[in-house]
């Protein structure tokens, strides 16, 4: 299976939701309120675009933890979140949101290293994902360090808060270039500057996001197959 796609988690942008007393962690409100991230569907649809060998995309209702965990996500060569991340202060006060309405679904940065991956690519395209405590020696203490924890064997992270729509086109061209055969972080680098090119005086649209872990991966995914302009694919949308 080529990628397991997570994005456009449903949120309540006026009342927020109520965070778990396990999550709560550094946060200073038990409520907390996300914006809608109205590009991640578009993101969600160029990633299973460049990447649609029996690719799962869990979306709107569908992302939750419970169906995330359930899809057996060791059995993807991608995994990719398009959603809002917390970035507490070490691995373990930070949470991936699912679903931001009534109570916070999230994945708990506690859970990742018991994921028990297989050398994935795990690709996180949500604000500071790499962003932790440092560590002597270990990088930082973050949520794409408990990825690496659990068995992937690179990650794409970003330093701090990205916009949604710059991401979006980023993410587009980095898949793009996976689908050439090119390995991670030379993928990257390329997407960077595709958008760089278009935007040379804003690095805060391309420049936020980094390679953690083994930057020579190649990841082997197949893209649609295109006649006459008719797009074929595996996808399972759910």
């Known amino acids: 299976n080529d990628a397991l796609v997570v994005a456009d988690p449903i949120v309540d942008e006026v009342n927020g939701c109520a965070v778990p007393v396990n999550l709560l962690a550094d946060l200073r409100s038990s409520t907390q309120t996300f914006p809608r991230l109205s590009f991640t569907a578009q993101e969600a649809e160029a990633v299973t675009r460049y990447a649609s060998r029996h690719t ?6 569908r992302a939750t933890e419970q169906m995330l965990l359930s ?6 060569k991608i995994l990719h979140f398009a959603t809002h991340a917390h970035a507490g202060d070490d691995l373990w006060s930070s949470f991936i949101v699912l679903r931001c309405r009534g109570e916070l679904d999230a ?3 506690r859970e990742i290293p018991s994921l028990k991956l297989n050398g994935q690519l795990v690709v996180l395209s949500a604000c500071g994902g790499s962003a932790g405590r440092s560590l002597s020696g270990m990088g930082s203490d973050s949520i794409a360090s408990g990825f690496l924890m659990g068995g992937a064997s690179a990650m794409v ?7 949604d729509k710059s991401t979006a086109q980023l993410m587009e061209a980095f898949y793009q270039e996976l689908e050439n055969g090119t390995r991670v972080d030379h993928a990257l680098r390329a997407a960077q500057l595709r958008l760089a090119s278009s935007a040379p005086n804003s690095p805060r649209l391309w420049a936020a996001f980094e390679v953690i872990g083994d930057g020579d991966l190649v990841v082997p995914i197949e893209a649609s197959l295109r006649v006459r302009g008719a797009t074929f694919s595996r996808r399972h949308w759910l």
Do not use: D, T, Y
């Open 56 to 61: 799962l995309l869990l979306s709107a209702e």
């Open 71 to 76: 899809s057996s996500p060791f059995n993807f």
């Open 157 to 163: 992270a970003s330093h701090w808060p990205v916009e």
């Open 107 to 109: 994945l708990a940065g």
